[in-house]
């Protein structure tokens, strides 16, 4: 039975060489697939920027150039090859070749990782596939164009020479110096790879130390574990040393160390940078963690396969993960030998224990892995695949203002949003330097503040600006929160918006240096952010909103903002047939746009047009299911309708979300009304005058009152 259970999940004997062969090609292929999303990661246009200087230089840089707030500061360009490799991938290849360049390294590191795993006495390849398919569908979040692709790679090419030194071949003990050479001049997550190393050095040579004392060698971790020969104990820490002395050979020889701790280490850092924060619930909810639950099970299951070394790294890889959200994937993927050679222990004692389950049949492994794979990739593309795809994400970068500023010669210093200021640096230096970008490790904690200062609009945001010479800002317009400074610059008369789009906008400062650009170019009244329903208090205001966008959409027809705003102006003014032609056009050219579906939904309901009414508030409802208005206006679609049971159930729906809101109880109320059950349409309408003392709620309580009056009832 022992035998028939080596066979299925991995003993002396091997599988079919073609279900290893599958098996392998099938997690590779997945690994390459997840990798293939669009190119959206902000800071790719810093380290391709980086690059272009390197290679300008002939190596890397040694004080800042792209900004004005560090201008001629020390600089350690620790990511200098990671980042030349970049820029003449991008040199030659453009977009598609920096996201086939990404797709194959995360395909290589998921081959060596396999080879790591396979690499494991007693694990067989359907435990490596599962182990490493679920590591790569947990790390697939941070599958972006950046130097920690060399650190998943130098990583699992470690991890392999590692296993193989365990193994006996002694001869690889040079490969995690050679590894560490490129790693140390790439990113600054090579101290992982110490760590492994270290931490494997001290495990085994404390099983060796524990199998020499009768009381310690019966410790559950040390028990049941042939200890290594002394040869290959001395051969790990031999390649421990080497990749140590490995870390100096940089451009910046023993100062290199000091770029992980100030990462790590830095306030700042942790408070501004969101992959920097530590995972909250909401995070380890998420369907593509499955696999560290996995993990933990897998080792809580089959801990008396954890050699010591292996359960220090699980212990310290497992709370650095507690620690940052960048750190989960490496966790991940460096526990992955040991997870699969848990789920072959799992598997084959569950074999031992059930003599009448037979191991499955070749194909039906390969099915699973094949089916377990496309699980993996269908919830890294965000199960309609809209993760998918080899092209640039527009919504990401801000090419709209970097393009206006080329086309009307706006040189000089500018204030940007931080996502940004990576794709200005690359777009527009050496004409404009930027006020932040990516390279927080070489910015510190006083541009930071600044920043934070000013783009938190706090009273001495105009002396920063003109402190640093800065006339020209470049503001996110599109994704939440608003930041403060976008409505003070559009409050502010010193500050003119002559551009926006749905990504960024504008501004510049009224200032002698700007007369001449300002006195031709158009500027704008609107907010670039959303509509604002004051405007529809004053004809000439309405009047010039209108103006503006439609002059945006002679410059951009798609412009979801400018159709939505114009929609809204037609609507003021009583076009309503305009308006909805308006918001067809923006949901075509956005169909996630909430807001404008909601627009629709609304001026249908007012046209007293319900089949389109309620399929536009549906769509509201599909894109964000806990939105109380659109809740509301439905609600109202099926009064009309004559469909009061239809009407309640929505109501419920909207109750669950806000029981304290005062509007869902008034249109309770009528739904109750128009079942013909006056006494509990009294009862909601008390409710919402309850909730809200306006003159609303007391009118429809009085009307309610009345009726049930009217009618012969006790109110």
Known sequence: MEDRASEHMGGTRAPERWVAWAVAALVVAAAFVMALKPLRSPDVWHHVACGRLAAGLGGPARADVFSCTAQGQRWIQYEWLAQWTFYQTHRFGGVTGLILLRAGAVALTALLLLMACRARKGTAWPACGVALALALLASSGRFFTRPELFTWLCLAGMMWALEALRRGRHGLFWVPALLMVPWVNMHGAWPAGLALLGLTCAGETALVWAQGRPGLSRLPLAAGHEPLPSRTLRRLWTAFGLALAATLINPFGFHIWEVPFKLAGAPEIHRVIAEWHRPGLAHWLDPQHVGAYVALAACALGWRTLRPADALVVLFFGALSLTAVR???????????????????????????????????????????????????WLAMGLRFQRFGVRLDDRVY???????????????????????????LYARYPRNLVFIDGRVDMYGTGPLQLYETVINARPDWPAILARYDVDLCVIETARPPEPPLLRALHRSPEWALTYWDAVSAVYVRRSPRREAFLA????????????DPALTESPERLQRAERDYRRRLTEDP???????????????????????????????????AETVWYAMGICALKMDALGGAAPALRRVLELNPKSVPALLALCAVELRQSRPGEAEAVCRRALKLEPGNWKIHANLARVREAQGDLPGALAAAGEAARLDSGPAARALLQEMTDKTRKRGGTP
């Not at 970097?402 to 200021?421: M, R, V």
Request: net charge neutral; hydrophobic share 55%.
């Open 398 to 424: 801000s090419l709209g203002a970097a393009a206006f500023l080329e086309g009307n010669a706006l040189d000089g210093n500018l204030f940007n949003s931080y996502t940004y200021g990576n794709y200005l």
């Open 327 to 377: 750190h989960i994937a490496v966790a991940l993927l460096i526990t992955a030998p040991t997870v699969a050679a848990a789920l072959a222990a799992l598997g084959r004692e569950a074999l031992v224990r059930a003599p009448r389950l037979e191991p499955a049949r070749p194909w039906t492994v390969v099915a699973g892995v094949a089916l377990l794979c496309a699980l993996c990739v």
């Open 520 to 531: 031709q170019a158009y500027v704008y009244s609107v907010y670039p952010r959303d509509f």
């Open 558 to 592: 798609a412009c979801v903002l400018a159709l939505y705003g114009l929609g809204r102006c037609l609507e003021a003014r009583g076009k309503t047939l305009e308006a909805m032609a308006a918001y067809r056009a923006a949901v075509e050219a956005d169909p996630a």
